[in-house]
């Protein structure tokens, strides 16, 4: 499986540790910025590198990673065939709800609200969690797809 990952300077090292993490994993990692940390960078700049990608390669998934993750959600939406679900900590559920009723293909993780640890088991969670394929829930997806 393929992940893009990007940050702003506030998920920049959570980004780091989860690359080597995902890494371990067996998993494809592509780092689309920052490459190095740098306190006045902008959000959109790399968030929006993982969302065109992920928009255009359909058998990938991405991760994002910001202060609260709520402007990287904003971003990574915007996109077609970008379903960015966010996750700032608290009951797990909701990435299994992403992921089962939403094919959620991106997460946003808000790194000043978990642990690093928090983030490895949520990224997880995520990514070995299957899409339902439920007709319901692909009626609603085919209907978020006609505002692309």
Known sequence: MRIYIGSDHAGFEMKRNLIAFLIEQGLEVYDCGPKEYNHEDDYPDY???VA??????KD???IV???SGQGEAMVANRFPNVRCSLYYGGS???LTLARDHNDSNV???ASHFITTQEAREAVLLWLHTPFS???RHIRRIKKIEQYD
């Open 52 to 57: 065109s990608s992920v928009s255009k390669d």
């Open 47 to 49: 968030i929006s590198v």
């Open 133 to 135: 394929g439920e007709p």
């Open 107 to 109: 997460l946003s993780l």
């Open 65 to 67: 990673l910001g202060w």
């Open 92 to 94: 797990k559920h909701i």
């Open 60 to 62: 990938s998934k991405g």
